[in-house]
């Protein structure tokens, strides 16, 4: 009998498939579809272990769904603009495009030796001119529909290198430069933006997905909804005034100053001849901050007078009005009406710098003495005129509603998110299609002139200035107006404008005339099932959502959500639980090294096995060897003839045999369902186990033994392509094993290991959970039916008041 030798059999069962197109997509086949997409990597080089964490496993789910009869679209490309090719291209003299497609064609070979089972014959570049055309079109359809538009934004900036930075290139607490170490400070420049924020409330609506909580809850963070009213206050010494966005108008008899961003335009019109050099010198100074820094809870709070004053709406006192960082211009109205007794910041800030504490919101027992601290509870309004004897929550209301009457305010809705910038002063990247004439303004090129192709063999400065700004050739052109002299914009998109649209395309690149092919996106889309790391919540899943949300309304798709359902992974650590860092050499594990002593099945089982594969884990040398034994046992198992038996099984034996094989067929097929392969793969360890005893009895005798050791060649199959197929073989069955139906498990011979769960709320039946193992702990029930989606949904914002089991039948969760 040979030995299990995966050098051998990984190649060659890679190349029959390449050349069999045993993974080609045909769109019309009469299969329920199943569109499975995975987020497409960025070609940095070579793919690591966090690459093949992520994409080995979904390849397993993909052949399953395959197997179970589904007609999947499991497509693959490659996210390729972005700044490290700018970075290769300044430091080592490299064309940005040679560096891409030479990593491109590496990487490729990477996932062919992973046996990866993507239809290439979809696969998108971003950076193809084909592909950036049409990210070009659909800006300029954005820009007809008014959500892109152009404004001074501020970018990091570099002063020395007289360029615009990106975020990883700022490094430091003390934010310098990464090229020449200059301090970066902030720049306002022309910039183009997506106007996200018009479908900021819709963004709040998951109804439609089913999607992890901490997703939802991080966009849901990220949007920053906030109720509550905007309040003008006139100026003293100005015919002008300023509108503040407060949450707690109940408060406003309690604001004993104001404060303004330091960008707010009209600092600079009411600040006095004495404190205008304190307040420009600490306007330049919050230049040198992140918004993150600026809003940092533990941060000192320091702000300048301005010298100017705004009067009370309703009692007429005079506030003085200060500047200070943690007031930013982009979230609400940039004013706002500080209330030292009720908020922590303004308690902070006016305890440093001396200013009046006014209790409007008694606390239960408060008898009008100072307060220590703020107090940001509800309670009776005192010292409010009209208002005194509220309870705060009716207070708020009825202040809003006097504002409202009197002109000086009305009811607001505010939101943290702002405006998507996507304009970068970067050559590797989508040109963006605009033109600016002199005499005509901004026009977007014809569409029959896209793409804009970037220009060829430009200069490089080390400095990182775009070489778009210093190419005459590609800044020159006519206007489409008037047909005089113009030049182009020389911004490129941000790369997350190429991937906000990626899977639309996949459906059939090679259509020239249009973006997408709507007859395939009538049947396909959405996306089925995504999955892909939660540290794109809200930037990249964020930006998806909100581009179909905006297509919908262009009338371009006929859907609202992208992906129907997500799974996030999780991170991949080195054996001592720490990160792997290119910094600790030590801490790496190279995968063509891991591919190379075990072969891709071993390696790729391995990353499986690990550990749940939404919370990841650390890597373990002595844990890969298990699974390479694991392995030879199944070859060795399956090869080597059963001894010479005689007699015949026991009626207890052969129902045993058929328990284990149906019991093993249904719990292996959910766990690959529910992406929890770590428990997949131990099912089939056990199975295996139970299989090598029984190979010592008279069972081999029976049918019944080939279909037991042929359904473990099938299970195995999505987990271990290559060493499934070979065994396939070696059993005498038809190729491929990857084009077999997945085995059916009969309920009646596993009925005693297996029941189906009914998850009820409040005594409703709300779902289902079919084939859990009889002896399942009473958690991994209560947990299964907490994570269900159609339970989440009826419970939410809800208090859970009980949760009963009743073993083998139900769980009832009790909510009020």
Known sequence: MRKYNPKEIEPKWQKRWAEDGLYNFDPSADKPKWYFLTMFPYPSGALHIGHWFMYAPPDAKARYLRMKGYNVFFPMGFDAFGLPAENAAIKHGLDPKTWTYENIAYMRRQFASMGASYNWSHEVITCDPEYYKWTQWLFIQFYKHGLAYRKKAPVDWCPKCNTSLAREQVKGEDRRCDRCQTPVTKKDLEQWLFRITKYAEELLDFSAIEWPERVRVLQTDWIGRSAGAEIIFKLESYDETITVFTTRPDTLFGATFLVLAPEHPLVTRIVTAEQRPLVEAYIEQTKRLTEIDRLALTREKTGVFTGGYALHPFTGERLPIWVADYVLMNYGTGAIMSVPAHDERDFAFASKYGLPVKVVIAPEGW?????????????????????????????????????????????????????????????????????????????????????????????????????????????????????????????????????????????????????????????????????????????????????????????????????????????????????????????????????????ADVFRTYLMFIGPWDAGGPWSSKGIEGINRFYKKIWNFVLEPPPAASGEPSAEQVKELERWMHKTIARVGQDIEHFRFNTAVARLMEYLNYLVKAKETPLTLLPQWKQAVRTLVLLIAPIGPHIAEELWQELGESYSVHQQRWPDFDPVLAADEVFTLVIQVNGKVRDRVPNLPVDVSEDEVKRLALDSQNVKRQIEGKDIINLLYVPKRLVNIVVR
């Open 367 to 599: 008898n009008g003495e100072q307060l220590e601290a703020a107090y940001t509870g509800a309670g009776i309004m005192v010292a409010s005129g009209e208002f005194d004897g509220l309870a705060s929550e009716r207070g708020k209301q009825a202040i809003i509603d006097a504002l409202q009457e009197r002109g000086l305010g009305k009811a607001a809705v505010t939101y943290r998110l702002h405006d998507w910038l996507i304009s970068r002063q970067r050559y590797w990247g989508a040109p963006i299609p605009m033109v600016h004439c002199s005499s005509c303004g901004t026009h977007p090129v014809p569409e029959d002139q896209l793409p804009v192709l970037l220009p060829e063999g430009v200069q490089f400065l080390p400095t990182g200035e775009s070489p778009l700004k210093l190419s005459e050739g590609f800044r020159r052109t006519t206007c489409p107006v008037c047909g005089g002299e113009a030049e182009r914009d020389t911004d490129t998109c941000d790369t997350f404008v190429d991937s906000s649209w990626y899977w639309f395309r996949y459906l059939d690149p090679k259509i020239s005339d249009k973006w997408m092919n709507s007859a395939l996106a009538e049947k396909w889309l959405p996306v089925d099932e995504y999955a892909g790391g939660i540290e794109h919540a809200t930037m990249h899943l964020l930006y998806a959502r909100f581009f179909t949300k905006a297509l919908r309304d262009m009338g371009l798709v006929n859907h609202s959500e992208p992906f129907i359902r997500l799974f996030n992974q999780g991170l991949m650590l080195a054996e001592d639980g720490q990160k792997m860092s290119k910094s600790r050499p030590e801490s790496v594990v190279n995968p063509d090294e891991q591919v190379d002593m075990y072969g």
